[in-house]
């Protein structure tokens, strides 16, 4: 039994020490000419490196562990033979260099002693790989040190005061005469004009609202009466900024007035002067309203009404009665009065400095690797 044993640890190591040959090559080279060879080594092998200069002797053969770990270097090599360890798995370089100006050959042997059963048929062929490469940069940035703060007195314009209130623009009973008692000329007109808006570094005036009213005759003069004094029992208070049921009406703050249904009614439309004339020449016109009753009122808060010069246009269908219109319009104006304010203007400023900073740049490079890289 232990003859076996002895037997089997004796073959054991005629095998872990048997040499391999990598390879036998001869390297031919130009005048001032290097060349490379390449193997991949495992982690255990011996490798042995038998050189034989055939004429003249090379300049220098160095091998170097990739990419750059020396491991053996000779010069004016004629005849040598190295021997080295191999630490890590890795891929060794064979490096032959002519510094003449004539050729040399030289006959190479690189041959392996795996250091076990299990890499004895290590494929010492070598391939290429793509892998990732981190290189550091080093670049000037603007790095954030601190903050500066800073008050600052400063002075900006504010309200003072703010209000809103009617103005009675018109109030005028016009007459519009009958066919019969007034040779045919039945249409007449009240013109009026809307207050300017006015803005200045002080104050500002403008219109935010209007309404009309157009009544026939004593009916209506009794129905407007009736209208205030609903109006001043029922919405006017400390704050009420409007003093006529039109104002009201212009204010937003009453929407239904009460209107006569007998007596005398009155075709009306509410236009520019161009339509004006038309109207009143009995041709088709555009008006911004129109209507026909013996009482009616509207109001108007588009911005493109709330400045210029309007016309109320009148006809009478009467044939005998000429009619009196009373005509009324009433503005809300917002008064704004501005004073100057002091106040502290805190600003935060964030303070930089050059300074250098290391900076990752990823590259994608090929590299050697043994034939069994995954």
Not at 68 to 95: A, P
Not at 138 to 155: A, E, F, I, P
Not at 254 to 259: A, E, H, I, R, S
């Amino acid at each position: 039994m232990k003859k076996l044993l002895a037997l089997c640890l004796f073959m054991g190591s005629l095998c872990y020490g048997q040499k391999i040959t990598v390879a036998e090559l001869q390297i031919k080279l130009e005048g001032n000419k290097t060349e490379e060879v390449m193997y991949g080594f495992a982690a255990g092998d011996r490798v042995i490196l038998t050189l034989k200069a055939e004429g003249a002797s090379l300049a220098e053969v160095s091998v170097l562990q990739y990419p750059d770990v020396l491991k053996y270097k000779g010069q004016n090599i004629k005849e040598e033979k190295k021997e080295f360890t191999v630490i890590d798995k890795s891929v060794y370089v064979f490096r032959f260099n002519n510094t003449t100006r004539g050729k040399r050959t030289c006959n190479v042997t690189i041959t392996r002693i795996p250091a076990g059963s299990d890499t004895r048929n290590f494929n010492t062929a070598v391939k290429w790989a793509t892998v990732q490469d981190t290189v550091w940069t080093s670049v000037d940035k603007d790095v954030l040190t601190g903050y500066d703060s800073l008050r600052v007195q400063k002075t900006r314009r504010v309200i003072a005061s703010e209000n809103r209130y009617e103005e009675m623009i018109l109030d005028k009973s016009q007459r519009v005469g009958a066919k019969a008692t007034n040779l045919g000329d039945t249409r007449s007109f009240v013109a009026f004009t809307l207050p300017e808006n006015t803005v200045t570094k002080d104050e500002t005036k403008k219109v935010v609202a209007w309404a009309y009213w157009v009544g026939v005759g004593e009916e209506s003069n009794e129905f407007w009466k009736q209208n205030r004094k609903m109006i001043v029992g029922a919405v006017q208070t400390a704050t009420t900024y409007f003093t006529s049921p039109l104002g009201g009406v212009a204010a937003g703050a009453v929407t239904n007035l009460v209107l006569p249904v007998n007596g005398e009614d009155v075709e009306y439309a509410l236009t520019n002067e161009a339509n004006k004339k038309l109207f009143m020449e009995g041709k088709e016109c555009k008006p911004y309203d129109n209507g026909k009753g013996i009482a009616a009122y509207k109001r108007f808060i588009d911005a493109k009404m709330l400045q210029g010069t309007y016309y109320m246009a009148l006809a009478n269908d009467n044939l005998v009665q000429p009619i009196d219109v009373n005509v009324k319009v009433s503005a809300i104006i917002e008064h704004i009065k501005y004073k100057d304010e002091k106040y502290t203007d805190y600003t935060v400023t964030p303070r930089y400095e050059k300074k250098s900073v290391k900076q990752p740049q990823i590259t994608s490079v090929k590299i050697p690797v043994t034939f069994d890289h995954k």
